[in-house]
């Protein structure tokens, strides 16, 4: 077990320095995708998804499976999300029609029957739907997929929704994944971002799902929130210490109110400074890893002996629109307002608006808004930062063997900034590829980012502006 060193910071974790952050620490993508959903046209609509879900289908690999649910009853300040506040339970019969419909469509052209691997529950609540609806919707989709064996059945969980009797029923769905929305543990903290939450029920509702034999458990957190300091959130890591989940994502808050609407209630003064952001974040590795938690990559850790964990030392890790995965790569198959799913070598977004994603289900029409087909240098940069983001290595010869090129020719500008990262510690060099280092890990946006010619044109352009989070 890893103990941290007097500043916070865990044995081999980055130095995480004024000139590291000044250089590297930029907005940019998560890369749950490449190109990226900002990349995404209007060009690519409902004609082209059904063609893309038609030619895959009569397939016989496991499918992904999404399901946007976008109605809370009070808003997060903090949230980013495609959401709908209200306390108006009956919307939700409208909705689940819709998804209906929607499933139906979908299932018309890749045929019924798919084996699924991996579905997950996001949105909004999911855990707005009452049970009823719920069983509803699993029976709905048991009846048009079918399930393996060891798919992952997930869903997210707001902890003031439900009760233990509550997570039962979702056992008995079939659900076996669950991943608890605690973001901070401080009560003034909740306040501060609308979202108030006890400790203890968290706990009891935890407790409850391992009784209950739920596979992992997921705590999300978020470090960077108002009124947060380095000594309020080292509680909350010592809080999430003692409830011991196994797997937990750390999100660093993008305060971006000129975009997110909710987040105009937070006052910039509120917020922690930069280097009280980098001291939560130092203190939260540092308290995690000597707690026996394994650094996944991006925001992710996990038990040793969580999936996930497991996968990342095999070299399985996979990268998809739900974060870090242990399924083998496949098709994600998007249900609902705002979804996100891809075909083959397509991508596309459903409607972001209940009336957009009503009328085009009411007209017979997939509610497709946007999507993005990748041409071969989309899937090549796509392969590359997947591999930096899950491996966190590049081989030279295994990728100018499946795309007949040579590396250094057709990567030359994006060596040249590789290797300014390497002079900072962030990653070497070799005849044989490109590894990250500790600090690299840490840093991995900011590296796969070199890779990204949609993002490095936007920005000659001068067009990259703030759309993305900052990489710490």
């Known amino acids: 077990m890893l103990a941290p060193t007097p500043n916070g910071r865990?044995?081999?974790?980055?130095p995480l320095t004024p000139e590291l952050l000044r250089r590297f620490d930029t907005p940019g993508p998560r890369y749950t995708s490449y190109p990226t959903a900002d990349r995404f046209a209007a060009g690519f609509g409902a004609a082209e998804a059904g063609q893309a879900l038609s030619m895959a289908g009569g397939g016989s690999a496991p499918l992904s499976l999404y399901l946007h649910i976008p109605f809370c009853e009070s808003v997060c300040?903090?949230?980013?999300?495609?959401?709908?506040?209200?306390?108006?339970?009956?919307?939700?019969?409208?909705y689940l029609a819709a998804l209906e419909r929607e499933l139906e469509l979908v299932l018309?052209?890749?045929?019924?029957?798919?084996?699924?691997?991996?579905?997950?529950?996001?949105?909004?609540?999911?855990?707005?739907?009452?049970d009823a609806e719920l069983t509803r919707l699993m029976g709905r989709l048991a009846a048009a997929f079918r399930f393996t064996a060891d798919s992952e059945?997930?869903?997210?969980?707001?902890?003031?929704?439900?009760?233990?009797?509550?997570?039962?029923?979702?056992?008995?769905?079939?659900?076996?994944?669950?991943?608890?929305?605690?973001?901070?543990?401080?009560?003034?903290?909740q306040r501060a971002v609308h979202r108030v939450q006890s400790f203890d029920s968290v706990r009891e509702l935890m407790q409850a799902a391992r009784e209950l034999g739920y596979r992992s458990i997921n705590a999300d957190l978020i470090y960077g929130l108002p009124r947060q300091t380095a000594e309020s959130f080292a509680r909350t890591i010592a809080q999430i210490g003692q409830l011991?989940?196994?797997?937990?994502?750390?999100?660093?808050?993008?305060?971006?109110?000129?975009?997110?609407?909710?987040?105009?209630?937070?006052?910039?003064?509120?917020?922690?400074?930069p280097a009280d952001r980098i001291a939560m974040l130092g203190d939260a590795i540092g308290g995690f890893l000597a707690r026996g938690y394994r650094y996944i990559g991006m925001?992710?850790?996990?038990?040793?002996?969580?999936?996930?964990?497991?996968?990342?030392?095999?070299?399985?890790?996979?990268?998809?629109?739900?974060?870090?995965?242990?399924?083998?790569?496949?098709?994600l198959v998007a249900l609902g307002v705002s979804a996100i799913g891809r075909i083959g070598a397509a991508y596309y977004q459903n409607a972001k608006t209940l009336p957009e994603y009503y009328a085009a289900l009411n007209a017979g029409q997939l509610p497709v808004e946007r999507g993005h087909a990748l041409d071969d240098d989309d899937r090549l940069r796509r392969e590359l930062i997947m591999a930096l983001m899950?491996?966190?290595?590049?081989?030279f010869a295994a990728i100018e063997a499946r795309h007949a090129l040579r590396f250094h020719d057709y990567f030359a500008p994006e060596l040249e900034r590789l290797r300014a990262m390497a002079a900072a510690g962030l990653l070497e060099i070799d005849a044989a590829g490109v590894q990250?280092?500790?600090?690299?890990?840490?840093?991995?946006?900011?590296i796969a980012m070199v890779f990204d010619r949609h993002l490095q044109q936007a920005a000659q352009r001068q067009q990259q502006a703030t759309r993305f989070s900052r990489v710490l």
């Open 10 to 14: 865990p044995p081999g974790a980055p």
């Open 77 to 94: 300040y903090y949230c980013a999300c495609n959401k709908i506040i209200t306390k108006h339970h009956e919307r939700a019969a409208d």
């Open 108 to 130: 018309a052209r890749l045929g019924g029957g798919r084996p699924v691997s991996q579905l997950h529950f996001g949105g909004g609540s999911p855990t707005f739907l009452s």
């Open 153 to 189: 059945v997930s869903i997210e969980v707001d902890p003031r929704t439900v009760t233990p009797a509550r997570l039962a029923h979702f056992r008995a769905l079939g659900f076996n994944r669950l991943s608890f929305g605690v973001q901070d543990f401080d009560a003034e903290v």
């Open 244 to 273: 011991r989940p196994d797997r937990i994502a750390l999100y660093a808050y993008a305060h971006l109110p000129e975009r997110f609407k909710p987040q105009r209630r937070i006052a910039d003064a509120d917020l922690p400074r």
């Open 299 to 331: 925001d992710h850790f996990a038990l040793p002996e969580d999936a996930l964990a497991i996968a990342k030392q095999e070299g399985r890790l996979q990268r998809n629109f739900q974060g870090y995965s242990t399924q083998p790569d496949c098709d």
């Open 390 to 395: 899950c491996q966190g290595r590049l081989e």
């Open 436 to 446: 990250l280092t500790a600090a690299g890990w840490f840093l991995v946006r900011a």
